[in-house]
C-alpha cells in the first residue's frame, strides 16, 4: 500500500458518532446536530452507521446536509466475516477506506503477537483492496506496551502497511509525543482523532483544550503531513449534545 496525497491542503473536521451514543436519537437527527455544528463531515461508528440503516436514505440525507463521510469505524469481525454487509452499507456514500477502532491488549503483548496480527492485516488488506477500501488503524494506549526492542507500537507500525487513525489522546496516554508522531507518519497517518485527556495514574477524557494534549501543536503537524480528517472524539461527555457543540467550536478555524 502506497499512502500520499498529491496536494497541500486544509483538513477537514468530523465527529465520530461513538461521542454520541447515548443521545436518544435516530440517525438522521444526529446527522442534522453534527450539520448544525458546523462540521465538514461524520465517521460513522457502532450503532450509528449504515450498517444499521438504510444506506440509500443515509446518502441522501448526508446530500441534502452537505456532509461529506471520513473513513469509518467497523469492527474486526464484522471486517472478517461480513464484507457484503461493509460494501452495501458503504458503497453508496463513496467510502474509500475503512477503520479498524481496536485490537485487544493481547495482540501487543509478545513481538511474536504482534508479527501475527500484522499477518492477519496483511491478508485483510487484500481482500478489502479487492473491494476498492484501503485499511486504516486506530490506536489506544495498550499498544505501547514495552517489549525488549521498545513499545509494541513501533513493532507493529514496522511490520504492517496499513494507514494510520493516530488518536491523539490516547497516544499521550501510552506515553507517546502525538505532534512528533504524526510528523514521523507522514503520509501514512490520514486522519486524526483529536481527543483531549489528561495523564497520570486514572487518565480522563476532557473537552478539547482541558486535558494534557497540546492540541495546536498536533493540528500544525496535522498541517504540516497533508492529515485529510481533523475528528472530533470524546468517550465520555457528561453532556453528548454539548459535547458535540463545543467539538466543533474547538476545531472551528482549525481545518
Known sequence: ???GRDAQHMPRTAINLYSVRNLDAD???VLRRVADAGYDGVQFAGDYSPLHAEPATVAATLRQLDLAVAPPHVDLETLRTDREAIREAFAPLEVDAIVLPWLDEAHFASAEAVDAIADDLAALESALEADGLDLLYHNHDHEYTALEEGAAYDRFLRQTTVG???DVGWALVGGDDPARRIRNL???VGQLHMKDMTTGSEPTFTELGEGDVDIA???DAAREVDVDWL???HD???DPAASLERGATA???RG
Open 186 to 188: 507522514g503520509d501514512r
Open 1 to 3: 500500500m502506497t499512502w
Open 27 to 29: 440517525l438522521e437527527s
Open 236 to 238: 465520555d461527555p457528561d
Open 251 to 253: 476545531l472551528e478555524g
Open 231 to 233: 475528528i472530533y472524539e
Open 164 to 166: 494510520i487513525e493516530l
Open 217 to 219: 501543536a498536533c493540528v
